[in-house]
């Protein structure tokens, strides 16, 4: 057959424009990227905390600029049990439906085995073997003909299986790969959870065209459980030490390596947070790994996908470069002369051939916007439009000569004062109810203790620790407690009497418990709370007993005492009687000793018409509200015995049918 050199140029032009993307090629156009998580991999989609998969997910993903899009799949519950293991159609289309979405919009896509728990648990068993092996012809069968930038990944996080198996499992299937794609790019990784650690540990296929992929939640402490906080010398240290090793990994057996997992929880603290964000998207881009930022719509949540809009950690994730600037802080200062608190914001340029400085301010977790255009080489911004009362948010972006964006990552600072206060300048009013998200200003340890710094949901007060979450009705209730956290409210007792309380409580749990405490030790509780069926299903309970309150403005306190958790709306407080009852706060006079080591001598207080009332009921209350004494009155005073007693406060209560009287007493050992 003969040629014209017209035609042999086209054939040499369609055969260079179809050569396979290499893995090395693939690293670098992959970049950064996102998972769909938590809407696949469920066993039936959606029924997470995560509605379907939505086409506009994948415009939202482009506009913001990331370049690729992980999409995990859990096949078992769609696929029989029995051979040929057939994969239900409907699924699979569903499946191509979403991989069509992102590979429309030019992103790279991952496809997966995800939660396939079935075959980790029972990797000896030949059956389950075949029956993946059977998932993945069916995949290929319907996939083989996609663009290049679709990558097969060939198992999630094997945890249950030994690095053998795992070996096994990468050699088997990607054999079955490679009878019909021999170029396909082929993901493996090491067993447990997939770590850098894992990945160092699997037998590395003899394939030109694989990835290895790792997953990182370092330390898990802080990005999983929130349980410590990030950002010291060694923590910087410990990261690079770790992705530096991989890259040297990489390097040494040259192997492209993604990390198709890493993030941190909301519950962190939200300077940790950001600072860390932007550590390991420096580090990752200084080592050339691509990655895929884990996103769940929950606890590591990214994208609103019911809104369509982006947290700030989108900037750092798209934007943050190793040129960026860095070592960003906020300190809140009272200068000599100043009328108010200054806000003073610090960081580090690591350009000299930038733009202006543009700053950027969010006030109590609004948007960010623009305060002011600095000098390139500017790294202090000064606020002195700060209030009590407010969080500030503030970040800074410059640019390159060549207009690459350079975004530095935000910190916050809260403008608290060291006097309490009521949240909307005026107290409480009771009778009446009380709104749980309408606590005291003061700040942790004054208005509020609470275990870590950040309000974990954010959507109201999000630079105080108190969580304060959507409670189903338009408005917040406090939720994600812990025992022996505590918030505190200024109110305004218009009548001093008997109060009955109820509250307004939402659980799926049960064994929720907390007090409501006033001063003097005054306190009821709601103990045992069981569950309502759900977040933001309220039900409404009443304590155990009643309040007695004196008039007139006071803090009472809401203490969480039991282990389960329950979101706590709303506090209700109804006058009962208001005849009999007067509370009084004893004079330190009455009880002698006091301190007291083994005998508390009590002298009977006088009733309005100056003679002694012996007539009522002494009751002795321990810290934690137990009754340890009780004995009737007689005479004008009364002798009680409390050698037995632990050291610690406590209370006296004398109760009559005129009136309360409270009184407060230490017992020395």
Not at 3 to 26: D, H, K, N, R, Y
Not at 162 to 178: P, T
Not at 293 to 303: A, E, N, Q, R, T
Not at 327 to 339: I, L, M
Request: net charge negative; charged share 20%.
């Amino acid at each position: 057959m003969r040629f014209s050199l017209t035609t042999l140029l086209i054939l040499f032009l369609c055969t260079c424009g179809s050569a396979q993307v290499t893995p090395a090629e693939a690293l670098e156009g992959m970049g950064r990227g996102i998972n769909l998580g938590n809407t696949l991999e469920p066993p039936q989609e959606g029924g997470w905390n995560n509605g379907p998969a939505q086409e506009s997910y994948f415009d939202r993903y482009v506009e913001a600029g990331f370049t690729n899009v992980r999409i995990p799949v859990r096949w078992d519950e769609h696929t029989s049990r029995s051979a040929p293991y057939a994969i239900n159609e409907a699924w699979m289309d569903r499946v191509e439906q979403v991989v069509d979405w992102a590979l429309e919009r030019d992103l790279w896509v991952t496809l997966n085995g995800h939660h396939e728990d079935w075959l980790k648990n029972g990797y000896a068993n030949p059956n389950l073997r075949a029956r993946y092996d059977s998932i993945w012809v069916q995949i290929i069968d319907r996939f083989q003909d996609k663009d290049e930038k679709l990558l097969y990944e060939i198992i999630n996080e094997p945890n249950g299986m030994s690095v053998a198996q795992v070996d096994d499992l990468n050699a088997r299937i990607l054999g079955i790969i490679r009878e019909v794609e021999p170029t396909r790019i082929v993901i493996y990784g090491g067993n447990v959870y997939a770590n850098s650690a894992e990945l160092f540990a699997a037998a590395i296929p003899q394939d030109d065209y694989i990835m290895g992929y790792f997953h990182s939640y370092d330390p898990w402490p802080f990005a999983g459980q929130a349980q410590r906080g990030w950002g010291s010398v060694a923590d910087y240290e410990n990261m690079e030490r770790q992705l530096g090793g991989a890259a040297a990994w990489a390097d040494v057996n040259n192997v492209a390596v993604t990390i198709s997992e890493f993030g941190a929880i909301h519950e962190n603290d939200y300077n940790d947070r950001m600072r860390y964000y932007a550590a390991y998207v420096d580090a990752v881009q200084r080592h050339g790994f691509s990655w895929s930022v884990w996103d769940d719509g929950g606890m590591f949540g990214v994208l609103n996908r019911g809104a369509g809009t982006w947290p700030p950690e989108k900037d750092i994730l798209v934007h943050y470069y190793p040129d960026s600037p860095h070592r960003v802080d906020v300190q809140v200062e009272n200068e000599a002369g100043s009328t108010g608190p200054v806000a003073k914001v610090t960081w580090e340029n690591r350009r000299q051939d930038n733009d202006a400085i543009i700053m950027e301010r969010s006030v109590n977790g609004g948007p960010f916007e623009q305060v002011a255009t600095l000098a390139s080489d500017a790294e202090l911004y000064e606020d002195a439009t700060v209030e009590i009362g407010r969080s500030y948010a503030y970040r800074m972006y410059t640019h390159r000569p060549d207009g690459t964006l350079l975004h530095g990552y935000p910190q916050r600072a809260s403008i608290t004062s060291n006097v309490q206060l009521p949240f909307n300048g005026t107290p409480l009013a009771i009778p009446g109810t009380i709104d749980t998200k309408d606590y005291d200003l003061g700040g942790q340890g004054l208005a509020y203790n609470d275990q870590e710094d950040s309000n974990i949901p954010g959507g109201f007060r999000p630079a105080e620790g108190v969580d304060l979450e959507p409670n189903g009705k338009g408005g917040f209730h406090i939720g994600y407690v812990n025992q022996g956290e505590w918030v505190e409210y200024t109110v305004d007792v218009a009548t001093a009497g008997t109060y009955e309380v109820t509250a307004s409580v939402a659980s799926e749990q049960s064994g929720g418990a907390f007090t409501v405490g006033f001063p003097d030790d005054n306190s009821i509780s709601f103990p045992n709370i069981s569950a309502t069926g759900g977040w933001t299903t309220h039900t409404t309970i009443a304590s155990q007993g009643t309040l007695t309150l004196a008039a007139g403005e006071q803090v009472f306190r809401i203490s969480i005492t039991g282990a389960a958790p329950v979101n706590i709306d709303e506090l209700t407080f109804t006058l009962q009687s208001t005849s009999t009852t007067e509370v009084v706060a004893g004079h330190g006079t009455d009880l002698y000793p006091n301190p007291v080591g083994a005998e508390l001598r009590f002298t009977l207080p006088k009733g309005q018409g100056g003679q002694v009332d012996a007539s009522g009921t002494v009751s002795v209350y321990n810290a934690a509200g137990e009754r340890v004494r009780e004995v009737q009155a007689a005479g004008n005073t009364l002798d009680i015995d409390v050698a037995d007693l632990s050291a610690g406060s406590y209370v006296l209560r004398y109760v009559t049918d005129a009136r309360t009287t409270v009184y407060r007493f230490v017992k020395q050992k």
